[in-house]
Every structure is written in C-alpha cells, then in structure tokens.
C-alpha cells in the first residue's frame, strides 16, 4: 500500500531533550553548514548528539565500496548512539544534509544518562528499534520492488519527514540530488534521472537545483501501490 500523505511530520520521539539539557556545561554546541561531515563510518565513538535543527544524512559504505544512503534523521533526535549498541565505532558516516545545529557530550558520559534519566533508556531503544526497522524496510525494497516503486517511495518518506507546502507543491526542506535518490534506492544514476524526467513531463514532480518539488504527491502514491501489486 502507498503511505498517507502527510507533510512535516513531528520527530519520532524528542527523546531526553529536557534531562539532556539539564547538564548544558557538559554539552558541546555546534553549527555545521550542509555538506559537512559530523563523523565518519568506522570512527571511534567518542561523543552522542542530538540534533536540534536540520537534517542529518547517514551513510554506510558496502563491501563493494559503494556509497549508499541509509536514513535521514531529522530535528529532534538523537544521532551518533553507537553506545546503545554496544559499538565502539560508529557504524555510519552522519553528514549535514542542511544547515544543522547539534549538541553533543562525550560517548563516557552515556551510562550515566541511562541510569540517571528517568526514560532514556527505553526512549533510546525505541529509537534503534524504529531506525532498524527503517533500514530493514529498504533492504526488502531495493530486493523486492520495481525501480519506479523504489523511486517513489524514496520521494514520499522524503516529503513524510521534511515536506514543507509551496504555491508549487510539497518541496523537499533540504538539497536533494539525482545522486542522492540513486544512493536511496539501489538503482542507477541513469535511472533515477530517466524516472524523474519522466515525472516531469507528467508533471508529478519538479527537479531543479538540487531541490525536488513534488506536485501530485497523489501520482506519486498510485505508482507506489499499483507497482507493489503486479
């Protein structure tokens, strides 16, 4: 089935925001300008972040050296929690996909947050759990599905996360490239490109500049649900 269409959906949980900034001398503000790097995949994990404005692109390298995108994680979340994990190292890069404001506080700092933070812990879970999930989805996907169903489905968990209404239609907040819906989706850059000028002609879409604006979300949903049943 096609999701519901909705835009600017709340984050999925503002998880700890209050118990986090009750200790501000140990957090760590920073501002990154979209493009930048917060770490890298295979990186000590030496701090966590919450995210308090913008987008965060997480991405994970294969085996084969290729590029993929995993997840997009919006304002109001926790980032960069390979301490719930057990891990050492952080298991994905985290790039500004925007312009972001983050806080940060040291990776030795997070079993205290735990123990002291009535509901951390079970919020964190609840986190990973949701994220898993997500990224458990878009392997059945690029396995399962057809390009254009993969495409668009890529487009609408998009618009779900960050879409905000123009004269035009629901415009993706943050830049988004041909590039990085080949990297969503598994396909090729070819494509991606050949699907959405197709869209464009059909006038479900507009892709310009780096920004995607999406029309007729509606269109957009019927080749997600009818792909899905062939």
């Not at 209050?18 to 957090?27: E, F, I, T």
């Not at 997840?71 to 996909?97: C, D, E, M, N, R």
């Not at 879409?163 to 850059?189: N, S, V």
């Not at 869209?199 to 979300?217: F, M, Y």
Request: hydrophobic residues 40%.
């Amino acid at each position: 089935m096609g999701r519901p269409l909705a835009t600017s959906t709340a984050p999925e949980s503002a998880v700890s925001r209050k118990p986090l900034r009750r200790d501000p001398h140990l957090a760590q503000p920073k501002r990154l300008d979209a493009g930048a790097a917060v770490f890298e995949e295979g990186q000590i994990t030496d701090r966590f972040f919450l995210l308090l404005d913008g987008f965060i692109r997480a991405i994970r390298v294969t085996p084969d050296g290729e590029q993929i995108i995993a997840l997009h994680i919006q304002s109001g979340q926790l980032f960069g929690i390979a301490p719930a994990l057990g891990h050492s190292h952080y298991p994905a890069t985290a790039i500004a996909a925007a312009d972001c404001v983050v806080l940060s506080w040291a990776a030795s700092h997070w079993h205290d947050f735990v123990h002291e933070y009535d509901g951390f812990g079970p919020e964190t879970s609840n986190t990973v759990g949701r994220r898993v999930s997500e990224m458990k989805e878009r392997i059945v996907e690029m396995a399962t599905q057809q390009v254009e169903q993969r495409v668009a489905n890529a487009v609408l968990h998009l618009i779900h996360q960050s879409g905000r209404k123009t004269d035009q239609g629901i415009e993706i907040a943050f830049l988004i490239t041909r590039q990085d819906l080949f990297e969503m989706t598994g396909t090729t850059l070819h494509t991606v490109s050949r699907v959405l000028s197709a869209w464009e002609r059909l006038d479900h879409v507009k892709s310009e500049r780096r920004k995607i604006v999406v029309t007729d979300p509606h269109k957009l949903v019927v080749i997600s649900s009818a792909q899905a049943h062939r």
